[in-house]
């Protein structure tokens, strides 16, 4: 028997609320990073202490199995990519050349700026040299996000990557032969069986007993664990984002089909029972509609309890608007993960979006779409954190850097204004560097 008959509905028509007003309202699951802080924290101090021990007992502990090894063998990769279903590795072919085509125009070119004749600045795009990228592999297994991770990594031109996945009971405690598959196929060959907050903590401290060197970034979704995680070795190393438990965000109004909401909520919810999915609408009619479909439609999906559970959690809902201003209002505030528009008039509403992870635009857009083969990235910041983070892209791994050269007749002509500032901020000794290089010659600091 179907345990949610209806979303939860949240109606906001009538009120103008301020941001601090709908962030109080906007659906959201109580489990948030915080609260995972304090385990994840013993877990980190376990890897950092006990090395490969500590993670071949933490995945004991949390996956069911003791791996036979934690670095992949090289031929276990090469075997996986010989047993790879055709099918399967046509489609990942077919995603790895769009994601790469797509991720190739997010790599800026290097410029120079004249400044003045004999002064200039080159802004150069720097990639890190090793990386650490993790593929979950809980509840579902994600060759895709091998592809989203590694291939953004590879544009970026980072010369070394570490690849993580939790080790599967299923498969004898190694990581699923599709995720190595799929590793294989991009030339990466240093993975690990390893998985959640112990695995980030391997990645960022490094593990010297099986020859793990620690690495500059880490990328990659995953549970709760793997946000808090990331959030607690930031700093030590650079994340893309807290990408935690997925979550969904559709804008529609009365043109929208309401079987097309429904599967794309469903399609999210499948995911993890703490995966949000929000309709956001002016119609009272497709709110209706929506509810009224749901019921068949969880009950035929094969993941039938964990839809329900999602479904059912405070951080799913129908939240019902005035208009598509109002809208594009609760979606800024929420800040979704993935956005979709199935309006009368897309352009219209995206021209007032300002914060989403990514953008799925019109009837034919699911976000299942840029999950596998659109050529966008699907790594995306949850949580709300796309109110001011980036989704997974080659910059991610580039770092601009600026890199000055004046010669002795540029550095003249602004002497005087160097030393007029660190005259100004009481630190005579940059004035001091300037005149070193001019001794006996008062040109341009008289």
Do not use: C
Not at 56 to 75: C, I, M, S
Not at 102 to 117: G, L, N, S
Not at 230 to 239: D, H, L, T
Not at 372 to 382: K, Q
């Amino acid at each position: 028997m179907l345990r949610i008959p209806k979303l939860r509905v949240i109606d906001v028509r009538g009120r103008a609320l301020s941001t601090a007003e709908l962030l109080d309202i906007v659906p959201r699951a109580g489990a948030g990073v915080d609260s995972a802080v304090d385990a994840v924290d013993a877990i980190i101090a376990e890897v950092r202490t006990g090395g490969a021990d500590a993670l071949l007992a933490q995945a004991e502990r949390f996956d069911g199995v003791r791996p036979p090894y934690v670095r992949v063998p090289a031929h276990e990769l090469s075997a996986a990519l010989d047993a790879l279903n055709p099918e399967v590795r046509a489609a990942l072919d077919e995603a790895i050349d769009r994601v790469r085509r797509t991720t190739a125009a997010q790599v800026p070119e290097q410029r120079t700026t004249e400044v003045a004749p004999g002064a200039r600045i080159v802004q150069r795009w720097q990639p890190v040299s090793r990386v650490g990228l993790y593929v979950p592999g809980g509840k579902a297994v994600y060759p895709s996000s091998v592809v989203m991770n590694v291939v953004a990594a590879q544009v970026a031109g980072v010369r070394s990557i570490a690849l993580a996945s939790p080790p599967q009971r299923e498969h004898d405690g190694g990581v699923h032969p599709t995720i190595l598959a799929a590793a294989a196929l991009l030339g990466v060959n240093e993975v690990y069986a390893m998985g959640g907050a112990g695995a980030i903590a391997a990645l960022a401290y490094g593990v010297p007993g099986i020859g793990l060197d620690p690495v500059q970034v880490i990328t990659g979704p995953g549970n709760l664990f793997v946000a808090t995680a990331k959030r607690a070795v930031k700093g030590i190393v650079g994340i893309d984002s807290e990408a935690g438990p997925t979550e969904i965000l559709v804008i529609a109004d009365r043109t929208a089909q309401p079987d097309y909401v429904v599967a794309d909520l469903i399609s999210q919810a499948e995911h993890d029972e703490l995966a949000g999915s929000v309709l956001v609408t002016d119609s009272v009619e497709l709110a209706d509609a929506v509810q009224a479909a749901l019921p068949a439609a969880v009950a035929r999906t094969r993941h039938r309890a964990r839809v329900e559970t999602a479904l059912a959690g405070e951080q799913s809902a129908i939240v019902l608007v005035d208009d598509l201003a109002q809208a594009a209002q609760v979606s800024n505030v929420y800040g979704p993960e993935h956005l979709e528009l199935q309006v009368a008039d897309n352009a219209a509403l995206l021209a007032l979006i300002e914060n989403a992870g990514a953008i799925f635009v019109g009837d034919h857009t699911p976000v299942s779409l840029g999950d596998y083969v659109a050529g966008s990235n699907h790594v995306l910041p949850t949580g709300g954190q796309a109110r001011f983070a980036a989704g997974l892209g080659a910059y991610t791994f580039l770092r601009p850097q600026q890199i000055i050269e004046y010669d002795r007749d540029a550095l003249a002509e602004v002497a005087r204004h160097v030393e007029s500032l660190s005259d100004a901020e009481q630190l005579p000794a940059h004035g001091d560097a300037v005149r070193a290089r001019f001794p006996g010659d008062a040109r341009g600091l008289d």
